[in-house]
């Protein structure tokens, strides 16, 4: 984010007004447009919800903070970096919409976890999730992300494997009994999994991980430098 | 009626779809998704609407069924495995089970025959546990797929060219394979084999064949002399009962749906349902003993991306390689091993593994490009041995929407599974390791969390109208036609006496083929 060649922000979208209104009075603007790092991100990041929001998507399910919580959730979960865009890049917010708007458990667990996320961070910073600074943001992810962990480790505890070394790094895909933040961590793990899938099923993700099949060829040949590449890093190299 | 053109989803990208496969209201999250995802070829499922069957208490058993064209054989593994010799006389050899009345030189005429129409790749290996037939060229094996048969060569295990339904030159005016690997989606060029593309549809265009869909088998209708002459059958479209008089009826339902329909067919001339004097339609089910595990291997990290889809399944696999050291291992009867691995199209779930590893944020997004394509699968296949204990029979209680009977599922893994499951386990995890890899998990968590698959899951289900010389103790000959009624024969996998490590469709295949000459031939002599 402190690439100074990209635009932080673009002035002019009347529709946007009402989005930067909020947090126009934190934001210290120098010479030649340019704000303070964190304004700047905050502002980029309530420039993107306001794009999608007004875009040719239009919300089903969640208001518009929520959707926008989803956003920023997105772009913290999958973030920009120098390969691709980001999850909110990827329309994870309007896939998580879509299909909570049409199944009402669905539904039921995105609102009243990101009403959980928003209580959870007033108690704690008295602003809801989408207006805390970015380092609160990622500070209660990291709660919950090692909450979810030592459940894990505590249910893993109690499996068939547990007593075989082969299962040393076994990872089961569940849902653990939670702690104190069990909600958050249940929820975490499904605004999660679905950021995470709508960002690897789009043409962003799947170019990101450099899929390289779905063609049609007429023979199927194995290029001899993945070969000798695999075989120099294996045991039988030499 | 299938139409593969409208219905197949070959080469659709996730985003194609709004819900990126995830389906209305995110169903594949809740376990309500279509079996196998949204992508795999129109197929049915493990539950139907109101066509329910039941379990026994104490047991466990899942049943897959395809109310369509073709039938299972649409989205299907399409491996093809020759069975061995010994697998015709198992008794012979360890005590356990029923020998066929049939030898592996009645049948293999008919291998070749079913590989030369339906096309199957492998080469030629002499090993005996997997004989050899007639192949179309297999692919190259992947660069994981190296280093998995490098491994297997340290452990004395044969690691050799699959052999799977799908064609590599042109056949019959099927082009040859394009390598997209989507076989489960429905091949738009049928260069996979399926029995609704490779055999039902051309067979429709000789105009002599009829295809009555929307009808389910009620049962076998028998005159007053308890001769055989046709079926009835419930029209879905409005529910009316009809019936079709034949002179010879054919079972091909699959193996429990044609126990129930023999079943269901009772009258005074067969009070136990039609061919089934000697009490053994039902019993004798057997599914096929799965495992897997999966493991990371740091020598796939980094690796040059390329494509990996090839001919839409692992190219090589083990066949079973100990038949000689049963003594040693401690279990009877053998299993195969299948692999996965390789740069899969990202779908739903993909990196669920790497979310929860990582965490989020850059961790998270770096984690799934290095963990992206290095991680490898084992499935073992094994035979079980029939009991007592698992067998189908009619609900007394329940039907389903038709009216018709449904069926009860009893079932029961004995110790020579567990023991089999567990070797599988031990070897996997030592093919693993000595790629240098690790184990990281088992390759069905939920299914296999207790250390055996769920019976029925594999969907290799056969046994039920076992076949045998001795119409005390089977329901058919060796030509699959019941020993009651000569114009009534059931090909599926229903007369399978044992059920080998080789996934079955194959042999239902050249069963099939070698009961057709023999009916044609009866009929021609006047004895049908």
């Known amino acids: 984010m402190s690439n100074t060649n990209e635009p932080l922000i673009q002035i002019g979208e009347v529709s946007r007004r009402d989005a930067l209104r909020s947090i126009a009075l934190a934001v210290t603007v120098v010479a030649g447009g340019q704000m ?38 997105a772009e913290l979960i999958v973030p920009a970096d120098s390969v691709s865009g980001s999850a909110r890049d990827a329309g994870a917010p309007e896939f998580i919409d879509l299909l909570a708007s049409q199944n009402e458990d669905l539904g039921a667990i995105f609102t009243g976890g990101i009403s959980w996320l928003d209580a959870e961070m007033r108690h704690r910073h008295s602003v809801p999730f989408l207006d805390a600074k970015a380092e609160q943001q990622t500070a209660m992810l990291d709660l919950l992300v090692d909450a979810e962990k030592t ?21 089961a895909y569940g849902i653990y009994a939670p702690s104190d933040l069990g ?4 929820f975490f793990d499904w605004a999660r999994k679905m950021t995470v899938d709508a960002f690897y099923t789009s043409e962003i993700g799947i170019k990101d991980v450099d899929f390289r099949g779905n063609g049609s060829i007429s023979k199927y040949e194995v290029p001899k430098e993945v070969i000798d590449y695999a075989l120099k890093h294996s045991p039988f190299a030499g | 009626m299938l139409d593969p053109a409208k219905e197949f989803k070959e080469h659709m990208w996730p985003y194609e779809v709004d819900h990126r496969g995830a389906e209305e209201g995110g169903a594949a999250y809740f376990g309500k998704g279509k079996s196998f995802g949204y992508f795999t070829t129109t197929s049915g499922g493990w539950q139907l609407d109101g066509e329910p069957y039941t379990v026994g208490e104490g047991s466990e058993f899942q049943w897959f069924r395809s109310r369509i064209i073709g039938g299972r054989t649409n989205h299907y593994g399409r491996m093809s495995f020759r069975f061995s010799d010994y697998d015709f006389k198992p008794y012979d050899r360890d005590g356990l089970g029923t020998n066929w009345p049939i030898s592996y030189q009645d049948i293999a005429p008919y291998y070749a025959k079913a590989e030369a129409f339906i096309g199957v790749t492998g080469s030629k290996e002499g090993i005996r546990s997997a004989p050899d037939g007639v192949f179309h060229e297999p692919p190259p094996p992947k660069a994981h797929e190296i280093l998995i048969k490098k491994a297997c060569e340290r452990m004395g295990i044969p690691c050799i060219p699959n052999r799977r339904a799908v064609i590599t030159r042109e056949l ?3 082009p040859p394979c394009h390598y997209c690997g989507q076989c489960g989606r429905g091949c738009l060029t049928a260069s996979n084999y399926s029995s609704s593309q490779v055999q039902i549809f051309p067979a429709m265009k000789t105009g002599k064949l009829k295809i009555v869909d929307m009808a389910m088998a009620r049962e076998v209708l028998t005159d007053r002399n308890g001769k055989v002459v046709g079926v009835s059958y419930i029209d879905k479209r409005t529910r009316e009962e009809k019936h079709i008089r034949c002179r010879a009826v054919i079972l091909s339902a699959s193996a429990c749906e044609s126990a129930r329909i023999l079943l269901n067919s009772k009258s005074k001339s067969f009070p136990n349902g039609v061919a089934n004097g000697s009490g053994v339609v039902g019993r004798f089910l057997m599914d096929t003993v799965g495992f897997g595990l999966s493991g990371h291997v740091p020598a796939l990290e980094g690796l040059p991306h390329y494509d990996t889809d090839g001919f839409g399944g692992a190219h090589l696999y083990m066949p079973w390689w100990l038949w000689e050291k049963h003594n040693q291992i401690g279990f009877p009867r053998g299993y195969h091993i299948e692999i996965g691995g390789g740069y ?11 979310a929860r590893k990582f965490g989020y944020g850059k961790s998270l997004k770096e984690g799934v490009r290095k963990e992206y394509g290095t991680h490898v699968g084992f499935a073992g296949r094994g035979e079980m041995i029939p009991n007592n204990h698992s ?13 018709i009977p449904v069926l009860r599922f009893h079932f029961k893994w004995t110790d020579y599974e567990w023991k089999q499951a567990r070797h599988m386990e031990r070897t996997f995890a030592e093919i693993i390791e000595t790629m240098g890899g690790k184990v990281i998990g088992l390759s069905a968590a939920e299914r296999e969390r207790d250390g055996i698959s769920v019976p029925g899951t594999i969907i290799h289900e056969v046994g039920t109208v076992r076949m045998g010389s001795d119409p005390r103790t089977s329901a058919v000959n060796g030509f699959c036609q019941a020993h009651e009624a000569k114009n009534l024969f059931v090909c599926d996998g229903g007369p399978f006496v044992s059920n080998p490590d080789k996934n079955p469709t194959l ?10 000459d023999y009916l044609a031939e009866e009929m021609r002599k006047g004895n049908v």
């Open chain 1, 151 to 171: 459940d894990r480790e505590r249910a893993l505890k109690g499996m068939t494997y547990e007593s075989s070394e082969h299962y040393k790094d076994f990872q």
């Open chain 2, 391 to 403: 067998y189908c029979e009619i609900d007394p209680k329940v039907v389903d929407k038709w009216g």
């Open chain 2, 172 to 174: 019959n005016g099927r």
């Open chain 1, 36 to 73: 303070k790092l964190e304004a700047a991100q905050q502002v980029h990041a309530h420039a993107r919800e306001e794009k999608k929001s007004t875009g040719s998507y239009k919300r089903k399910l969640f208001t518009e903070h929520e959707f926008n919580t989803l956003g920023r959730l």
């Open chain 2, 507 to 516: 042999t239902i295949n050249a069963l099939t083929w070698r009961s057709c």
């Open chain 2, 344 to 354: 899969g199209m990202p779908g739903i779930g993909s990196f669920n593994r790497q």
């Open chain 1, 183 to 186: 909600p958050g961590v249940v």
